[in-house]
C-alpha cells in the first residue's frame, strides 16, 4: 500500500495579474487579451497494486472575453476616468465549478503501452454557465450606459445580488493517463481530465433577461452605480453542466542515460500552451527539471527526490505580478 498527495495548480490571466484577477482588478491592465482559466486539484489517497483510492476537490475557472469587455470592466473597477463617446463590445462567456468526491483508478500494462483510467463520482460545490452579450457607451468621464442580453446559471447570483440558495448537484467524471514508448529513447504520454463529464444540479438558479442601466446613482466619488433593470425570468430548474475537458501532451527523447529532452503542449478549452523542457538524474537520486514556455513566455523548475515533487512555473520573477503561475507539490511513499 502506497499513500500518495497530490497538487496541481495552474492560472493564466491575459488582461492583468493572477493576483489582481482575484483581488477586483487592482493593477494595471496590460497589453492585450481578456481571457483566463485555471485549472486546480488536490488528491491524497493510497495505491494497492494497480489500483488507487483517493479523495479529490477540483476548482475550474475558463472566461473567455472581448478586449471592450475587459477593458470597461477595468476602467471602473479602478474608477478610471472614461473617453465620452466610447462604444464598448461586451461578450462574456463564463464557466465554473467546484467540486469533491472520491475517484478509483486502474492501471494496466502490455508491452510498450500502459494505461491508467480514472472514475470520480463528484459532488458539485459551486457553478457558473453562462454568457453576456451587448454593448456599453461612455456618457461622461464618470458615467455610462449598457444594454446587455444574460443567460446564465449560477450558485451565487455576482451580476444582480438575487438571494438564493445554492443548489446541491452529484455527477461524475473520467480521465485518462496513457504513456507509449515507440523506441527505446522515446516516452509519449497524455494526461486527460475530463474527458467526459457531468455535473447534474438540483433547483439551478437561472437568469434569462435583457438587463438595462435606466437606473443608475452615483458613489462619494461621483462614479456611476447601477441598479439595473431586468426584462426577462428569475427562475429556477434543474441543470446539467458538462465539464470542460483539459489535458497535458508530452513527448521525451533520452539524449543520455541520465539526461532527456522533451516538448509538451497544454490543452484547455480557453488556449493551448507549448513548451518545452529537459530533465537530469544526478547521482544522489535527485532530478532535476526545467520547463519553458513559448506563448505567453515564462519559466519553471522541478525538483524530484524521494517521492516527493515539487514544481514552479511563472512568467514573472514576481509572483504578485505573474499572468501565468503553475505549481506542484506531491508525495509518494517509496515502495
Do not use: C
Not at 492583468?16 to 486546480?40: F, M, Q
Not at 463590445?89 to 508491452?111: M, T
Not at 472514475?119 to 446587455?148: F, P, W
Amino acid at each position: 500500500m502506497q499513500p500518495f498527495v497530490q497538487i496541481e495548480s495552474f492560472a493564466h490571466s491575459e488582461p492583468v495579474s493572477v493576483h489582481a484577477y482575484v483581488d477586483d482588478w487592482e493593477g494595471p491592465l496590460e497589453d492585450d487579451g481578456a481571457d483566463a482559466v485555471t485549472h486546480n486539484w488536490f488528491e491524497t489517497g493510497v495505491r494497492m497494486g494497480p489500483w488507487s483510492y483517493s479523495y479529490v476537490q477540483r476548482y475550474d475557472w475558463e472566461l473567455k472575453a472581448t478586449r471592450d469587455a475587459a477593458k470597461l470592466y477595468h476602467q471602473v473597477k479602478n474608477k478610471i476616468e472614461l473617453v465620452p463617446g466610447t462604444t464598448y463590445d461586451l461578450e462574456v462567456r463564463g464557466y465554473h465549478n467546484r467540486s469533491q468526491g472520491l475517484r478509483i483508478a486502474y492501471a494496466q500494462q502490455a508491452g510498450d503501452w500502459s494505461i491508467e483510467p480514472g472514475l470520480s463520482l463528484l459532488s458539485g460545490q459551486a457553478l457558473i454557465n453562462g454568457r453576456i452579450k451587448g454593448n456599453a457607451t461612455a456618457l461622461d468621464d464618470n458615467e455610462y450606459g449598457y444594454d446587455a442580453a444574460i443567460r446564465y446559471f449560477y450558485d451565487k447570483d455576482r451580476l444582480f445580488d438575487r438571494r438564493v440558495d445554492g443548489p446541491s448537484g452529484e455527477g461524475l467524471s473520467l480521465d485518462l493517463l496513457l504513456r507509449y514508448r515507440p523506441g527505446e529513447r522515446w516516452l509519449l504520454s497524455l494526461q486527460a481530465r475530463d474527458l467526459y463529464g457531468f455535473l447534474r444540479w438540483h433547483d439551478t438558479p437561472i437568469t434569462e433577461a435583457l438587463a438595462t442601466s435606466d437606473v443608475r446613482e452615483f458613489d462619494e466619488d461621483g462614479y456611476v452605480r447601477f441598479r439595473p433593470t431586468l426584462t426577462g425570468r428569475e427562475f429556477n430548474q434543474g441543470y446539467t453542466q458538462r465539464l470542460h475537458p483539459h489535458g497535458l501532451l508530452l513527448a521525451k527523447w533520452s539524449m543520455r542515460p541520465d539526461t532527456r529532452l522533451g516538448a509538451q503542449l497544454r490543452l484547455t478549452e480557453v488556449r493551448q500552451y507549448p513548451g518545452l523542457l529537459a530533465e537530469h538524474d544526478f547521482a544522489s537520486g535527485l532530478q532535476a527539471d526545467v520547463q519553458l514556455l513559448a506563448n505567453p513566455f515564462a519559466l519553471g523548475a522541478g525538483l524530484r527526490w524521494q517521492g516527493f515533487r515539487l514544481g514552479v512555473l511563472s512568467d514573472r520573477l514576481k509572483f504578485e505580478d505573474a499572468q501565468l503561475l503553475q505549481l506542484e507539490l506531491g508525495w509518494t511513499m517509496p515502495l
